[in-house]
T-cell receptor, first 110, second 118 residues
Framework: KQEVTQIPAALSVPEGENLVLNCSFT??????LQWFRQDPGKGLTSLLL?????REQTSGRLNASLDKSSGRSTLYIAASQPGDSATYLC?????????FGAGTTVTVRA | GAVVSQHPSWVICKSGTSVKIECRSL??????MFWYRQFPKQSLMLMAT?????????EQGVEKDKFLINHASLTLSTLTVTSAHPEDSSFYIC??????????????FGPGTRLTVL
């Protein structure tokens, strides 16, 4: 059974600092890995999707890397802003099913 | 892009009643839809996989007689929580599987439905 772990569980940084969020998974036979953002009481917003054949994806201030062999992914958010405050979820796909981590709750202080 | 809607966005009901939640893919056909449940400050847990025209596949520990899933068309799946109790109060999120630019396995998520059972 796939287990997805996200560290840290919570993170508080001053505005402008770079954010580093970590995700690890136990079964490396994944189809893809996604990073989502979830605001309180809301649904999921897909941020980045990395296919298993790829090493990284970038979108604006966001960059996600994937090391499938070691079962790790890292999400980098450059120059954080208060609007980046949210919970960030990592999810991997095996056999057409998504397994989610518990998330990292980020607070960016103005 | 692919859009998935859910209705209602929130519902409050009395204990013992049944509640139906709809999940629709608005601009694409989805042969497979998924239902997730999320308790406060926890991650999403897959409840069941819904395939159009066939019975849903439930994850271990999910009661199929309590959570009835119907995937009657390529754009609609419904989740009915039967005889709801306070412990069923949760955030229910659906997703629909669609091809993406040559890749076959991408899920698009609905906005979620907040269920509160009194």
């Amino acid at each position: 059974k796939q287990e997805v772990t996200q560290i840290p569980a919570a993170l508080s940084v001053p505005e402008g600092e770079n954010l580093v969020l970590n995700c690890s998974f136990t079964d490396s036979a994944i189809y893809n890995l996604q990073w989502f953002r979830q605001d309180p009481g809301k649904g999921l917003t897909s941020l980045l999707l990395i296919q298993s054949s790829q090493r990284e994806q970038t979108s604006g201030r966001l960059n996600a890397s994937l090391d499938k062999s070691s079962g790790r992914s890292t999400l980098y958010i450059a120059a954080s802003q208060p609007g980046d405050s949210a919970t960030y979820l990592c999810a991997v796909t095996n056999d057409y099913k998504l397994s989610f981590g518990a998330g990292t709750t980020v607070t960016v202080r103005a | 892009g692919a859009v998935v809607s859910q209705h209602p966005s929130w519902v409050i009901c009395k204990s013992g009643t049944s509640v139906k939640i709809e999940c629709r893919s608005l601009d694409f056909q989805a042969t497979t839809m998924f239902w997730y449940r999320q308790f406060p400050k926890q991650s999403l847990m897959l409840m069941a996989t819904s395939n159009e025209g066939s019975k849903a596949t439930y994850e271990q520990g999910v009661e199929k007689d309590k959570f009835l899933i119907n995937h009657a068309s390529l754009t609609l799946s419904t989740l009915t929580v039967t005889s709801a109790h306070p412990e069923d109060s949760s955030f229910y999120i659906c997703s629909a599987r669609a091809p993406l630019a040559g890749y076959t396995d991408t899920q698009y998520f609905g906005p979620g439905t907040r269920l509160t059972v009194l």
